[in-house]
């Protein structure tokens, strides 16, 4: 090396190196020597990169003079760094972009000295990304599921290159995860580099999330409609370096529904009976999908079941609970709701006709996907002409025909908890009107006078049956109310006969052996109270009357008295008489006529 120097020491100055414009070129790795004296006090070089890299020279000169040094931009006029220390070693080091750079060597003291120049350049580890694009709208596109690589810090051309944006587009619901990962240290090797990454929405401009975490390490994970969105890296720590960047997409298991069913009125409609699929919590644009409304007709009276059930985790692994609320035919009226925990939700209601809503929202949890079932099912029996509310309105019983009724069933704020029912009397004989409901229901019935305005006879028994008889005026109308004493909603039979008797609910199909004689048997309970069930047998049709009466003979009550079936059939006193008075404790004779025969037992009833 002294050899070097001194050898160089008497060489002549470069005059083509004295300016800019002759300027001598030097490569990346070429040692130079040269002699600066009196007449030249200023040497300039040029060193051309053609990727990104690591710059630095080393100059040593002679102990004659003091050299200083300046590196200078592709412009040849920008300085880029300098070294103007006093010694006869200097340094100066640059992270560039590929272009040519000019380096300055100028003597600071002394009168004529040799130096050397030592340059080195180191490229970076990874491939560089398409540079420009500091800004969205030079954004370098990257697919949802791909990896590259970028640079971030090396200057050249007056710009040095702090941001890199990476734009992403999807093309449907998921989950976007970007991870970035750099070098440990930024290119010279002696300060830690740290990248910083930001997504932003589609505009390029709203931060949907941000990672500013100490390290190596980044992410920014997002749950995210369909779009464009853009990924900014920037410099946190260090100079220059590289960089990988990984994108991984993720969609939710279940297919989307059709966005913008945000409110009623723009609800999606949904089959009952059937099932239909849907996303919950994906943003874009500044909103996010936080609820959907689906609506659904129903035709006619029914138990409607609404059953979601959604993702039991998101794809970021978090918890994801949906609830549901149905509403009233208005699509604002909160029907039935359910909070419960977990990915299952349910709201059942009786509804009457009608277009009624669902709304599912996101409870807990980030976004995700879910499934609505909605089934109906209609009572057994079919509907009356709905309206029959009031005495006004009663629907007119045709005597010794059934007719089926719905109650309990709801639409448009009111729920149909009564019927009004009313009959011309055809003689001055005993009426009596019997009820059969579902299992689900119990009715009870009053029997009102012509005037509407008073109660002549009523039944509030448990059970499924009710039974009201009155002493009618020949001519004369009188009403039924039937109402709901306990269940939700179903369906019933209401007929008007001169018998007492509780035969069969129409709406079931005996399947019993036709009997082989006529048969009584004995009344069960017994004793009892307050009621006795009172069991016979017909081996043909024929005309029956079952009357009770005290031990003195008196009649008490006709429970039945009219032509039936072959068939074992039931019937039942309550222990009153036929205007309804409750019968003291006592001994009773069951009287069965039939055929021209007769059958008597004794029932006892206990109060």
Not at 15 to 20: D, E, L, N, R
Not at 257 to 269: C, F, I, K, L, V
Not at 336 to 348: L, M, Q, T, V
Not at 589 to 605: G, P
């Amino acid at each position: 090396m002294v050899l070097s120097l001194f050898l160089l020491s008497s060489l002549p100055a470069f005059a083509q190196g004295t300016s800019i414009g002759t300027a001598e070129a030097i490569a990346t790795t070429q040692m130079k020597n040269a002699t600066i004296g009196d007449q030249s006090t200023n040497h300039f070089w040029k060193v051309t990169a053609t990727t990104d890299g690591y710059l630095r020279f080393l100059i040593s000169s002679s102990s004659s003079i003091d050299v200083d040094v300046m590196l200078y931009d592709t412009d040849g006029v920008s300085s880029l760094t300098k070294d103007e220390k006093t010694g006869t070693a200097s340094e100066v080091f640059c992270f560039v972009k590929p272009g040519t750079y000019f380096l300055r060597v100028y003597r600071s003291t002394g009168t004529t000295g040799s130096y050397t120049i030592f340059p080195t350049f180191s490229s970076p580890t990874r491939a560089t990304d398409g540079e420009p694009n500091e800004t969205p709208a030079t954004a370098v596109a990257l697919s949802p599921t791909a990896t590259s690589t970028g640079h971030l810090g090396y200057y050249g051309t007056g710009k040095g290159d702090a941001d890199d944006y990476w734009k992403i587009t999807t093309t449907e619901d998921g989950w976007l995860r970007v991870q970035l990962v750099s070098d440990s240290l930024d290119a010279r090797g002696d300060a830690r580099l740290e990248l910083d990454v930001v997504l932003l929405d589609i505009n390029g401009i709203r931060t949907l999330t941000s990672d500013n975490r100490t390290g190596t390490f980044s992410q920014v994970d997002y749950f995210l409609r369909p779009g464009t969105y853009f990924v900014w890296v920037y410099r946190s720590q260090g100079r220059a370096g590289t960089y990988q960047i990984k994108s991984d997409f993720f969609a939710p298991p279940l297919a989307a529904d059709p966005e913008g069913n945000d409110d009623a009125q723009n609800a999606t409609t949904a089959t009952i009976n059937g099932s239909v699929v849907g996303h919950l919590g994906f943003s874009s644009n500044g909103t996010t999908d936080t609820q959907d409304y689906w609506k659904f007709t129903t035709t006619a009276d029914a138990k409607l079941t609404l059953q979601v059930t959604g993702d039991s985790l998101d794809r970021s692994g978090k918890k994801l609970e949906l609830d549901a609320v149905l509403y009233d035919i208005n699509g604002t009226t909160n029907l039935i709701s359910d909070s419960r925990n977990g990915p299952f939700s349910e709201c059942i209601a009786h509804l009457r006709p009608g277009t009624y809503y669902a709304r599912v929202y996101r409870s807990t949890g980030n976004a995700g996907s879910y499934k609505l079932e909605i089934t109906a099912s209609g009572p057994p029996r079919t509907g009356d002409a709905e309206g029959n509310d009031r005495f006004a309105q009663a629907t007119t019983l045709t005597y010794n025909l059934s007719n089926d009724a719905h109650i309990g069933y709801y639409s448009n704020g009111t729920t149909d908890t009564q019927d009004y029912w009313k009959l011309v009397a055809p003689s001055a004989d005993s009426i009596y009107v019997h009820v059969w409901s579902d299992s689900t229901l119990e009715l009870d019935m009053n029997a009102y006078a012509s005037d509407s305005s008073s109660i002549i006879a009523g039944d509030s028994r448990s059970g499924t049956y009710s039974r009201v008889g009155i002493k009618p005026t020949f001519g004369a109308t009188y009403y039924f109310r039937v109402y709901r004493s306990q269940g939700t909603a179903g369906s019933y039979t209401i007929t008007a006969t001169r018998s007492a008797a509780t035969a069969v609910d129409p709406g079931e199909t005996p399947m019993a052996l036709i009997p082989r004689e006529l048969k009584l048997e004995q009344n069960y309970p017994n004793p009892f109270n307050p009621s006795t069930a009172i069991r016979f047998s017909l081996p043909e049709r024929t005309d029956v009357r079952v009357a009770v009466y005290t031990m003195l003979g008196q009649e008490v009550e006709v429970l039945i008295d009219a032509a039936l079936p072959a068939a074992v059939h039931t019937i039942s006193w309550n222990g009153k008489d036929r205007s309804g008075v409750e019968m003291a404790s006592g001994m009773y004779l069951i009287r069965l006529q039939a055929d021209n025969k007769q059958i008597v037992r004794k029932a006892m009833l206990v109060r």
